[in-house]
């Protein structure tokens, strides 16, 4: 039986990040858009007469180590039952690229929670949810994706902590294009054991407070913007080509954290010319999707 | 502008009343269902010079009194911006009958909670569903119908409370299909206020543990008739023909809390012989829909 699960990408307009040694209850408060792209991840479940249990992991059809998709194996061997034996295998498929801002292994853990506890049944959707936030904490994947992705849509994370725990509110929102450019990786642990930190904690409660006074798309894009040029972490050239999408959309463009990526909202109509824009920069590597409303979607796979 | 709201149908399989003075806490728990179909809010906004602001609504196309939807025309003045001049029509479309056990009260009080958020901006999606969640408690239209509404799907009440505050889960389910029979009114505040109660309550927290211990919803099924007849709901008539629908599927059907209704999963090809046997008995009022597993829709509707 092949189970399929879509968990849309989630990018994070600003956020205050809240540690604690219990991982259900870190997480982080903030803003953020879940997109209508995202990560598939197919589950195929063998039962055979071997001695255990084998998970097997698979990147946009590539095997991958242990090592290098902890996170998802973790979360398999937890969701599956200590008894079962026998093949599972793990497809996951993502429209974005790793490490640049998209929420890629928080869509990889829920996606294998949802689907393992679809197929066995032995969870409850926040139970598995929790798994898969569990251990983006633990292997420091994300602090907050996992909980926003579960709500969809323009969310804003009021209260920090695992699915069931935390408290995520969303916006209102008419039909806006989001654009979204991946321009490089960043490392989110250096960006977090840094000095900066204090700065993004008083710029993201900032954000948070203002924008819950005047909870609208529009506004969320200004505090969004202030918030990566205050903390300074939107600098340079990825400055400049925000500054270049400004001139030709209402809204300001701003940067996805944390990624060198940058994203924008904007109306089909101001589409034509920043596609032109991108092109005269040389950038030919963008995403335009829609806002994702919905929740995760997880259910049989009929080819 | 016209902005339609779609709210799930919701009916409650079992619950334990949770009352408290403070209508964000007060709630419910429990299990139940959303289905694909349930109630249309339609939100039509006219700014105009007039001295004050005039809400206007209708169920199924007629105008009724403000006494008879003192729930939605409360939620309506309250979500509508205190200085906002002009005419707001609420026009309430039920796929089911009102009074019967499927949250229509909720869905028309959530339906526009959330058009009127969408047309003003000044709320978040919480904030909007908390007055409709309050104002259905305020007036014993129900007590935990609208935060399982916002959550979709099969649901599990684990705290009780206002959107933002009570608890959903969800159990994963395969494509079931529900039957719905309404066959008459029960007062709910006539059950809430006998002695029945503690029954109710003991029976009501013994289900949910069960149904936490094994979360699938064919445990739910058998819980849930568990519930019906040893509160001693189900009884008489409405037990007769329970009876008489579980001789043809797998799953045993169950009473809808609160309403003389029925509910049962099925699958799609137990459906013709179950359909003949309601035929026979002289029931040809009844809805076969689907589980709604996303949330709420709201949005500008273009005819």
């Given at each position: 039986m092949l189970i399929r699960a879509f968990i849309p990408a989630h990018i994070t307009a600003f956020f205050v990040p809240k540690f604690n040694e219990n991982p259900l209850l870190a997480g982080s408060l903030g803003?953020?858009?879940?997109?209508?792209?995202?990560?598939?991840?197919?589950?195929?479940?063998?039962?055979?007469?071997?001695l255990e249990k084998h998970v097997h992991i698979a990147f946009n059809g590539e095997p991958v180590k242990r090592k290098d998709a902890i996170i998802s194996y973790s979360v398999a061997e937890e969701v599956t039952p200590q008894e079962f034996k026998g093949e599972v295998e793990i497809w996951q498929y993502f429209d974005f690229p790793n490490g640049y801002g998209f929420g890629n292994s928080a869509?990889?853990?829920?996606?294998?929670?949802?689907?393992?506890?679809?197929?066995?049944k032995n969870?409850?959707?926040?139970?598995?949810?929790?798994?898969?936030?569990k251990h983006e904490v633990l292997n420091k994947g994300g602090l907050g994706d996992v909980i926003a992705q579960i709500h969809g849509g323009i969310e804003i994370r009021i209260k920090a902590g695992a699915p069931g725990i935390g408290i995520v509110d969303n916006i209102f929102s008419e039909e806006y294009k989001v654009l979204?450019?991946?321009?490089?990786?960043?490392?989110?642990?250096?960006?977090?054991?840094?000095?900066i930190i204090r700065t993004i904690e008083k710029e993201g409660q900032k954000a948070l407070r203002?924008?819950?006074?005047?909870p609208t798309p529009e506004n969320l894009m200004h505090l969004a913007r202030d918030f990566a040029e205050n903390t300074g972490l939107l600098n340079g050239e990825l400055l400049e080509i925000a500054k270049e999408i400004d001139k030709l959309i209402k809204l300001p463009s701003s940067m996805i954290m944390l990624?060198?990526?940058?994203?924008?909202?904007?109306?089909?109509?101001?589409?034509?010319?920043?596609?032109?824009?991108l092109r005269d920069l040389g950038i030919d590597s963008y995403h335009i999707c829609g806002i994702y409303n919905e929740r995760p979607k997880v259910g049989r796979w009929i080819g």
């Open positions: 803003a953020g858009i879940n997109l209508t792209k995202g990560t598939n991840v197919f589950v195929s479940v063998e039962v055979e007469s071997v869509g990889g853990a829920l996606g294998t929670a949802l689907a393992l506890g679809y197929y066995f969870k409850t959707f926040l139970q598995a949810a929790q798994i898969a936030h979204a450019i991946p321009l490089g990786r960043l490392s989110t642990k250096e960006v977090l054991d840094s000095d203002r924008l819950l006074k005047n990624g060198k990526s940058l994203f924008a909202l904007l109306r089909e109509e101001e589409l034509p010319k920043v596609q032109e824009r």
